[in-house]
């Protein structure tokens, strides 16, 4: 059983926003501006996506987005696109740990 | 660019022991902070520790699962992160991935070396 609860499965047709979320406690999520999410298609390295809540590193596309409200994190892919069906994961700071959502399968449909 | 390059992995059965290794180049590594996060097959990702640059101490956490059985360390001179992995159990099978990271999260991952512990 994973840390952080995000839901199995999502799914939307290209061009329609979907947004995934990721649920933790006061001892991670809710307690740290430290929340990441991360992007793997079949067979590959996870890629960082969105780091520290809602930054986008260089290179992802805006259509990415991140934001929080409680112990509650989100990742919104807005305009979606058949190359952004993929695992996801989101991952919190937790003091001296780091915790991992149990993923979440994105269906382009 | 930066590159991450793990190798050691392979079969080995269970209470046996195993040494991966991460060569990093394309940033300076002694001051990086390092973790490895593995897979399991179908499965999700999985914290399994840190180690700080000597700077910041060049000390070790780990998640519960391994501590006491896993032993992460550096050599700065060689631009290399290992993985000592010791009493391997048949759970410990993953694909293992070098990171780098910066608060709070993992910006660059190797490629991953996968580990089977089975008889």
């Known amino acids: 059983q994973s840390a952080l609860t995000q839901p199995p499965s999502a799914s939307g047709s290209p061009g329609q926003s979907v947004t995934i979320s990721c649920t933790g406690t006061?001892?991670?999520?809710?307690?740290?501006?430290?929340v990441s999410w991360y992007q793997q298609h079949p067979g590959k390295a996870p890629k960082l996506m969105i780091h520290e809540v809602s930054k986008r590193p260089s290179g992802v596309p805006d259509r990415f987005s991140g934001s929080k409200s409680g112990n509650t994190a989100s990742l919104t892919v807005s305009g979606l696109q058949a190359e952004d069906e993929a695992d996801y994961y989101c991952s919190s700071y937790a003091g001296n740990n780091i915790v991992f959502g149990g993923g979440t399968k994105l269906t382009v449909l | 660019e930066v590159q991450l390059v793990e190798s050691g992995g392979g079969l080995v059965k269970p209470g046996g022991s195993l040494r991966l290794s991460c060569a990093a180049s394309g940033f300076t590594f002694s001051n990086a902070w390092m973790n490895w996060v593995r897979q399991a097959p179908g499965k999700g990702l999985e914290w399994v520790g840190r180690i700080r640059p000597k700077t910041d101490g060049g000390t070790t956490d780990y998640a519960a699962p391994v501590k006491g059985r896993f032993t992460i360390s550096r050599d700065d001179s060689k631009n290399t992160l290992y993985l000592q992995m010791n009493s391997l159990k048949t759970e410990d099978t993953a694909v293992y991935y070098c990171?780098?990271?910066?608060?709070?999260?993992?910006?660059?991952w190797g490629q991953g070396a996968q580990v089977t512990v089975s008889s």
């Open positions: 990171t780098t990271y910066d608060r709070g999260y993992f910006d660059c």
């Open positions: 006061s001892s991670d999520v809710g307690g740290y501006n430290y």
